[in-house]
């Protein structure tokens, strides 16, 4: 009775000293954080602008929505994220 296992629940496949060796050599196997850009959005008479809020003068816009400010601004964090995700996929 003791090697019954429940129903639909796969036996676990013990870990092998060198599949640990593997896993820990794979650069992706690691926990990678970043700290992105924060942005400014603000609302004038022609619409919505937005900058990053560490680079002065710099607006773009107008944006008619805040869906679409949202947007744009998910856009570029995005790239941020793709291309230093990418840099550190190097090291």
């Given at each position: 009775?003791?090697?019954?296992?429940?129903?639909?629940?796969?036996?676990?496949?013990?870990?092998?000293?060198?599949?640990?060796?593997?896993?820990m050599e794979r650069p992706r196997n690691r926990r990678t954080t970043f700290a992105l850009a924060s942005w400014t959005a603000e609302r004038r008479a022609?619409?919505?602008?937005?900058?990053?809020?560490?680079?002065?003068?710099?607006?773009?816009?107008?944006?008619?929505?805040?869906?679409?400010?949202?947007?744009?601004?998910?856009?570029?964090?995005?790239?941020?994220?793709?291309?230093?995700?990418?840099?550190?996929?190097?090291?």
């Amino acid at each position: 009775m003791d090697n019954e296992q429940e129903p639909g629940r796969q036996a676990e496949t013990p870990v092998q000293p060198a599949d640990l060796v593997t896993m820990m050599e794979r650069p992706r196997n690691r926990r990678t954080t970043f700290a992105l850009a924060s942005w400014t959005a603000e609302r004038r008479a022609k619409g919505w602008y937005i900058r990053k809020t560490d680079h002065g003068g710099d607006w773009r816009g107008p944006y008619s929505t805040v869906a679409s400010v949202s947007l744009m601004i998910a856009r570029e964090l995005g790239k941020e994220l793709a291309t230093r995700d990418s840099l550190a996929a190097r090291d």
